[in-house]
């Protein structure tokens, strides 16, 4: 089991930037790869970006590649979302996801892929 707790959301102009943290616990939260989803107002949920165990492998949605860097760290069990450049279209509740992943340097990308997932926190970027 993982459990994961998302901070950081608000309300921030466009062009604004924001920071989000992602706290895992739990029993195997050393074997997760770990990832960022966003859903707007009547929207499915989607992809922002996936991290490998390691740390060492990452991949973005297209919509926010140059924009959004994630980063984790391994002895404190957090992943950080850093949003800069943000749009309104960026409006959205962001969740951290993880899965246990034997594979180090695998970057999971789909909703499929992960079985564990935070509450959300919302972001907010106005125009």
């Known amino acids: 089991q993982v459990q994961l707790v998302e901070s950081g959301g608000g309300l921030v102009q466009a062009g604004g930037s924001l920071r989000l943290s992602c706290a895992a616990s739990?029993?195997?939260?050393?074997?997760?790869?770990m990832g960022w989803f966003r859903q707007a107002p009547g929207k499915e949920r989607e992809f922002v970006v996936g991290?490998?165990?390691?740390?060492?492998?990452?991949y973005y949605a297209d919509s926010v590649k140059g924009r959004f860097t994630i980063s984790r760290d391994n002895a404190e069990n957090t992943v950080d979302l850093q949003m800069s450049s943000l749009k309104p279209e960026d409006t959205a509740v962001y969740y951290c996801?993880?899965?246990?992943?034997?594979?180090?340097?695998?970057?999971?990308?789909?909703?499929?892929?992960?079985?564990?997932w935070g509450q959300g926190t919302q972001v907010t970027v106005s125009s």
């Open positions: 996801a993880a899965d246990v992943t034997y594979q180090i340097f695998r970057v999971l990308t789909t909703i499929h892929d992960y079985d564990y």
């Open positions: 739990g029993r195997t939260v050393n074997s997760v790869a």
């Open positions: 991290i490998s165990r390691s740390g060492t492998s990452t």
